[in-house]
């Protein structure tokens, strides 16, 4: 099985390592040791907190849609150049880039600190790893 040294844990999860050792120390994450005695997150245990973390994110959109990969997040760039618009959303440690109509953006009162959600629909997504193959 996977583990994660604290600071990676924290970074995967966009959050401080303050924080993951409070979530080992309050229960909400269980750990152990490695075989160097530093502390580790099972990787198990890491996904399944990523994904109640993300289940408590509130985009305020009654709308249904077919789309599942949305990302919440604030508008931290838009750049309109004649017809067409960059609009760039960091959403906790990803950021996000979208090319739409200036008009587009224009409606959308997108501006730097603005609240956004981008949908993604992709017919090919890309998945890749560091992990080595097990035998």
């Given at each position: 099985m996977?583990h994660y040294?604290?600071s990676e844990?924290a970074?995967l ?15 909400l994450?269980?750990g ?8 580790v ?6 996904a ?6 993300a ?8 709308v249904r849609r077919s ?6 997040g604030?508008?931290?760039?838009v ?15 990803h950021?996000v880039?979208?090319l739409?109509?200036?008009?587009a ?15 993604v629909k992709?017919t090919?997504v890309v ?5 080595e193959?097990?035998?």
């Open positions: 996977t040294r604290i844990a970074a999860v966009g959050v401080s390592d303050d924080t993951i050792r409070r979530w080992l120390r309050d229960g994450l269980k152990g040791n490695d075989e160097a005695g530093r502390q997150v099972p990787g198990d245990e890491l399944a907190r990523a994904v109640a973390i289940a408590t994110v509130d985009d305020r959109s009654p789309a599942r990969n949305r990302f919440v604030l508008v931290t760039r750049e309109i150049d004649g017809l067409m618009a960059q609009v760039e959303l960091q959403c906790g440690p950021r880039v979208s739409m109509s200036a008009e953006a224009r409606d959308l009162r997108l501006e730097v600190g603005s609240r956004g959600v981008a949908v992709a090919m998945i890749e790893t560091d992990e193959p097990r035998a």
